[in-house]
């Protein structure tokens, strides 16, 4: 009676043919659409293993050909330093990533709630920030004049700490969240931050997972804070110090080429698309792990609200 009820119980679904050839055409589809997407990747690391001859007098090739570590030889000539910007930036990534979800998520959750009577004007107050700002040079002046940003390591954190757009995603995300939760941890006596911790968070790990993405890949690939308030090589973030490595020696080549100098050639294509290897490698690498956060994030952060 057991197996009977349990074969009873399943229904054998036949697909017609039509059906059939719409699924071959839709994977057969996003097969090559995938492999479209990979096309770029998979020519930065051949390219990365081709001579720089080659690539100059045959372009990007398609098949791997002669092999060469020069450019890698290159980039990692000083493995100390390259080292220490991966520490720099790994350090920073992990602190600014946490604090960004913190606030985005703190912040997204006090403008969901209806009972906060302010809500609408600092939510208009947040929008205007992204439609005008200060300058550059206003900005420039209060970050360095009067909180000391210059050689200090908060400079590559606090600039990229808090983000509108990630806080418009969590409020829209917690805004769909039933209201009775909230409701029945106030009559149990619990405040505002202990239901934001004990229950909003526990909630809404798509929107976390996302928003986690979104701030690692905002500071792993940040060079720019970096151009603008660190001098000091030692703390030079990842990025700004291949950035660097690869203008001096795009320099040394102009200053031979202009003074007849004989200086043995610098792989400077090949260079460029190892220093995209060793940058974006990590991040790649963690992009699997959150992509079924991530798109159920961005999916219901996009519907309700």
Wanted: proline fraction near 5%; charge should be positive.
């Amino acid at each position: 009676m057991t197996v009977t009820a349990k074969h009873a119980g399943k229904k054998k679904i036949r697909m017609t043919g039509d059906q059939i050839a719409v699924s071959l055409f839709g994977y057969l589809f996003i097969g090559l659409f995938a492999l479209i997407c990979l096309l770029p990747f998979y020519l930065i690391l051949i390219a990365s293993f081709t001579p720089e001859n080659d690539m100059i007098r045959s372009g990007y090739p398609i098949l791997p050909g002669n092999l060469s570590l020069e450019a890698y030889a290159l980039c990692l000539k000083n493995p100390m330093a390259i080292l220490r910007a991966y520490g720099v930036t790994a350090g920073i990534t992990l602190v600014g990533t946490f604090l960004a979800v913190f606030l985005a998520t703190m912040t997204g959750y006090v403008l969901s709630r209806r009972d906060f009577p302010w809500r609408n004007g600092f939510a208009f107050f947040f929008f205007f920030t992204t439609l005008f700002s200060g300058g550059l040079v206003p900005w420039f002046m209060l970050c360095v004049r009067y909180l000391g940003f210059k050689n200090q390591v908060y400079a590559l954190i606090l600039p990229l700490m808090f983000s509108v757009w990630n806080m418009i995603i969590a409020k829209s995300f917690m805004s769909g969240i039933p209201a009775a939760i909230t409701e029945s941890a106030k009559l149990e006596g619990a405040n505002d931050f202990t239901i934001y911790v004990r229950l909003m968070l526990p909630l809404s790990k798509p929107l976390l997972a996302t928003l986690a993405l979104f701030s690692a890949l905002g500071y792993w690939n940040d060079w720019y804070n970096c151009m603008l308030f660190i001098t000091d090589d030692h703390l030079f973030n990842l990025q700004y110090y291949l950035q660097s490595m690869l203008g001096s020696a795009e320099a040394m080549r102009l200053v031979a080429e202009k003074s007849g100098m004989d200086l043995p050639a610098v792989p400077l294509e090949g260079m460029k698309m190892a220093m995209t290897i060793i940058a974006t490698g990590p991040i790649v690498l963690l992009y699997p792990f959150l992509q079924r956060y991530f798109v159920k994030g961005l999916t219901i952060g996009a519907v309700k609200g």
